[in-house]
């Protein structure tokens, strides 16, 4: 079974340009997390979608960030534009609300994003 | 103050120790907690949920104090492949997950 999908891997750009990363749940999770994790902040929750739906994007540094989630199966996460201080690896988590296990999340591979 | 915190170590420990660590928590409203793995350059994963009563999984013993508002994690007969980072993670009301900066473990042949 595959698990939590993203894609890139890795993502090197120059400053002011648009990034986009796109993530793709578990299926059958009703719950998405976008994270960002670099050495000087540790783990930090961006954003997270219940059934599709933003509940809580608190953590999303500044307008520049942007989430979307179109369906059950995809999510983007979009910078624009970038600057030096967003590189960071990016992950993305999905859950299962039903299985009443909220805080088992699975996480996906990271994109490692680096903003010359 | 932040929410979760932990020391970050590093614990260099020889195969077959048994180490030890906690993380303190400031939330008294939180509701769940664990603790998750993180191998260099990869993605966290969970290791156990912590329960109450605290709970064992294997070489893994989880303990819970709602009172002090602290959670450990002891690994017995440390193997080599038990090097990593561990996240103590702490869940409150909401679905949001608050996790702590992690500990890192060495074990040495």
């Known amino acids: 079974d595959a698990g939590v999908i993203q894609s890139p891997r890795h993502e090197v750009t120059e400053m002011g340009q648009e990034v986009t990363l796109r993530c793709k749940p578990i299926s059958g999770h009703d719950y998405l997390f976008w994270y960002r994790q670099t050495m000087m902040r540790g783990l930090e929750l961006l954003i997270y979608?219940?059934?599709?739906?933003?509940?809580?994007d608190s953590g999303m540094p500044e307008d520049r960030f942007s989430a979307k989630m179109p369906n059950a199966s995809f999510s983007t996460l979009k910078i624009q534009p970038s600057e030096p201080r967003d590189s960071a690896v990016y992950f993305c988590a999905s859950s299962s609300g039903t299985s009443g296990r909220i805080g088992e999340q699975f996480f996906g591979p990271g994109t490692r994003l680096t903003v010359l | 103050r932040k929410e979760v915190e932990q020391d970050p170590g590093p614990f260099n420990v020889p195969e077959g120790a048994t180490v030890a660590f906690n993380c303190t928590y400031s939330n008294s409203a939180s509701q769940s907690f664990f603790w998750y793995r993180q191998d260099c350059r990869k993605e966290p994963k969970l290791l156990m949920s912590v329960y109450s009563s605290g709970n064992e999984d294997g070489r893994f013993t989880a303990q819970l104090n709602r009172a002090s508002q602290y959670i450990s994690l002891l690994i017995r007969d440390s193997k080599l492949s038990d090097s990593a980072t561990y996240l103590c993670?702490?869940?409150?009301?909401?679905?949001?997950?608050?996790f702590g900066a992690g500990t890192t473990v060495t074990v040495r042949a």
């Open positions: 979608f219940n059934n599709n739906v933003p509940i809580d």
């Open positions: 993670v702490v869940r409150r009301n909401d679905y949001k997950l608050s």
